[in-house]
């Protein structure tokens, strides 16, 4: 089946008691036993599973071709549970430019717990290859990256993770699966922070880890996910799965308006750069255009001037939103130097849009306003 056909229908089927074709919320923390003590329907307390969550896992499992998936209260826990499954001792390689929460969780909680990280340019192979030591067993991907829309070859540090005896984890919030399967390119798990695309309304938090092969390691992380209870509740879980229905079709829009904005800006005299792989001049268009469907619905650009002149054009757009996250119906757009903090790598001339589905000329119409008064 193809993918658009899996949004629709993977995780899903009409409810046996009642003929409901939506899908019902279910909200009961415990199931009864039999009177063999056996549960019936294979459901015991909601922290070790549960229908709605359930069916979220099947059908992400389903969207990005893999063996498994285990649904988080956020991204974030999603992530956690995966430097989880280290032990101490263990050594990480990760990218300089990644979503800066998952660089924050490595430095002030894995590394004092016993992990090694080094970073570096994900997309210079040979740096990778130049980072890895013995105990090397996980190297993280993200890629496009946040906020630099850096593109990563996945294909050759899932090799060398691979040549090395590590796991290649991608995260792939960004792309989604409609635009990017990092299984066929060799990772060995895909993470999302389900907040974003795959919910796409900007009114729930999740994430989720998809396991291409039921591993070890896998199983660790899913004993991490029921044991240590950061899991998805049952509304995020539905919400996420009616999001999903739509998500090849709102992903075919977001990239087609963000193409034409970045067209927009990068002829823009008062805009000094745009990020987008989309972009010929992009330094990761060729690998984009290899592994991935379309180039996705976010950019960054850098504003002539520095600071100021990027905080101007904020202050003077009317449609877009000044607000952090991405994947919504809406557009936001951001200064994330600001919100990164003082180690930032982020310039603090780029400002960061996540494209949304409004008319895109009324967006150019709203950028062209701001950057030119
Ligand atoms: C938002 C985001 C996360 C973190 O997810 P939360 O749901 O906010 O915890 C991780 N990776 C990427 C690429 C993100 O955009």
Known sequence: MQIETLAVHAGRQVDPTTGAIATSIQLSTTFERATDGSYPQGYIYTRMGNPNRTALEQCLAALEGGAGSAAF?????????????????????????????????????????????????????????????????????????????????????????????????????????????????????????????????????????????????????????TAGGAVAAPFDCWLTLRGIQTLPWRMQAHSHHAMQIARFLSQHPKIEAVHYPGLEMHSGHAIATQQMRNFGGMLSFQVKGGKQQAFAVLAKLRLITRATSLGGVESLIEHRASIEGADTRTPENLLRLSVGLENVNDLIEDLEQAIAS
């Open 73 to 225: 209260a956020s991204g974030s826990a999603a992530t956690m549970s995966i430097f989880q499954a280290l032990a101490p001792g263990d050594h990480v390689i990760a990218p300089q430019d990644a979503y800066t929460g998952t660089t924050t969780l490595l430095k002030t909680m894995f590394v004092p717990w016993g992990l090694s990280v080094t970073f570096v340019d994900m997309t210079d192979p040979t740096q990778v290859q130049q980072a890895l030591q013995p105990n090397t067993r996980l190297i993280w991907t993200e890629t496009p990256s946040n906020p630099m829309l850096k593109v990563t070859d996945i294909c050759k540090v899932a090799d060398l993770a691979h040549q090395a005896g590590a796991v290649c984890v991608c995260d792939n919030t960004w792309a989604t699966p409609i635009l990017q399967q990092p299984f066929q390119q060799g990772a060995d798990l895909v993470i999302h922070s389900t907040t974003k695309y795959l919910s796409g309304h900007s009114d729930m938090l999740g994430g989720a880890v998809i396991a291409q092969a039921n591993s070890d390691f896998f199983a660790k992380i899913r004993q991490i996910q």
